[in-house]
Nanobody, 127 residues
C-alpha cells in the first residue's frame, strides 16, 4: 500500500509562489503516476496535473498550464508541485494521489482513477 503525505501549503499573496511536496512510501516510485488535485470550498475536486516519473510524461489542466510545474526526486520518493503566479482562484486544499500502473492520459485527472490519496494541504492566496 502507498502512503502519501503532502506539505508546503500556506498563505501567499497574489502573484506569489509556493512549492508543495508529496512524499510517498510503499511501492516503487516508478510504478505509479502522481496526480495533483485541488478542492475549493463548495466546489468539486479538480484535477490539475498528472505525471509519471518513469518516462517523464506530464499533463497539466488548462487552469494551471504555464504556471504550475511538477518535478520529482526519485531518491526521496517525492514529487513537487511548483506553483507560480498564484491568484485567489487557486485557493483550495491540494491533494496528491497515486495511480498504480497509470499512464497519464491527455485529459484532466479524474479522482476515481486514483488509488491512494494524501491528507491534503491548504493553499490560501490573498488578493
Amino acid at each position: 500500500e502507498v502512503q502519501l503525505v503532502e506539505s508546503g501549503g500556506g498563505l501567499v499573496q497574489a502573484g506569489g509562489s509556493l512549492r508543495l511536496s508529496c512524499a510517498a512510501s510503499g511501492g516503487t516510485f516508478d510504478d505509479y503516476a502522481i496526480g495533483w488535485f485541488r478542492q475549493a470550498p463548495g466546489k468539486a475536486r479538480e484535477g490539475v496535473s498528472c505525471s509519471r516519473s518513469r518516462d517523464g510524461r506530464t499533463y497539466y489542466s488548462d487552469s494551471v498550464k504555464g504556471r504550475f510545474t511538477v518535478s520529482s526526486d526519485k531518491a526521496k520518493n517525492t514529487e513537487y508541485l511548483q506553483m507560480n503566479s498564484l491568484t485567489p482562484e487557486d485557493t483550495a486544499v491540494y491533494y496528491c494521489a497515486a495511480a498504480m500502473g497509470y499512464f497519464c492520459p491527455s485529459y484532466d485527472p479524474r479522482a476515481v482513477e486514483y488509488d491512494y490519496w494524501g491528507q491534503g494541504t491548504q493553499v490560501t492566496v490573498s488578493s
